[in-house]
């Protein structure tokens, strides 16, 4: 039993930093330092060249306004 549970520590540690999602990613950026042209809105290639992973599918529900980019609020808003 003691085998069992060091090893699904052990896993669960190994593990740990694929949970690291892209939401948390962004959280940690500063939307100027995303929106790579300074447009005042982060685009779904600029995010990604920052190095958020997000989906086409999490990128459309976080823009609330349809516009094809984020504003600052809906990035903030995205990134918890």
């Known amino acids: 039993m003691k085998k069992l549970v060091f090893?699904?520590?052990v896993?669960?540690?190994a593990a740990s930093p694929a949970l690291v999602t892209s939401q948390a990613m962004a959280s940690t950026m500063d939307f100027?330092?995303?929106d790579a042209d300074g447009?005042?809105?982060v685009t779904l290639v600029e995010a990604k060249d920052a190095g958020i992973e997000w989906t086409?599918?999490?990128?459309?529900?976080a823009?609330?306004?349809?516009?094809g980019g984020l504003s600052?609020?809906?990035f903030?808003?995205?990134a918890g």
């Open 56 to 61: 086409e599918e999490q990128f459309a529900a």
């Open 32 to 34: 100027k330092s995303v």
């Open 39 to 41: 447009d005042g809105q």
């Open 76 to 78: 903030s808003a995205a």
């Open 63 to 67: 823009d609330t306004d349809g516009s």
């Open 11 to 13: 896993l669960g540690l």
């Open 72 to 74: 600052e609020e809906e």
């Open 7 to 9: 090893a699904l520590t």
